[in-house]
């Protein structure tokens, strides 16, 4: 966001970021920004077998960050 509260459209000239998963729902957790003016959001995935963490990491001007697990997503089980 900007300082007067509207969407930031340097932040993938939008303002916001969205990220689809296969087969899967995602419900956003937390976001943390990252040194370097990135950003990390931890994220429950639902409808994967097993139900799985997603970790997501975006450049600050709202790409994902390819440095982070090669692309941007890293996703960990959490049961089966």
Same mark, same amino acid.
């Given at each position: 966001?900007?300082? %007067? =509260?509207?969407?930031?459209?340097?932040? %993938? =000239? @939008? =303002?916001?970021? &969205?990220?689809?998963l296969p087969d899967? =729902?995602?419900?956003?957790?937390?976001v943390a920004l *990252?040194? #370097? #003016?990135?950003?990390? *959001?931890?994220? %429950? /995935?639902?409808?994967?077998?097993?139900? @799985?963490?997603?970790? /997501?990491?975006? &450049?600050? &001007? #709202?790409?994902?960050?390819?440095?982070?697990?090669?692309?941007g997503i890293a996703?960990?089980?959490? %049961?089966?």
């Amino acid at each position: 966001f900007q300082a %007067n =509260g509207q969407l930031d459209p340097t932040f %993938n =000239g @939008n =303002g916001y970021a &969205t990220l689809a998963l296969p087969d899967a =729902g995602v419900y956003g957790r937390k976001v943390a920004l *990252v040194p #370097g #003016g990135r950003i990390a *959001v931890v994220a %429950n /995935v639902f409808g994967a077998i097993p139900e @799985n963490i997603a970790v /997501v990491q975006f &450049t600050a &001007t #709202g790409q994902l960050d390819t440095s982070f697990d090669s692309d941007g997503i890293a996703l960990h089980a959490v %049961n089966g």
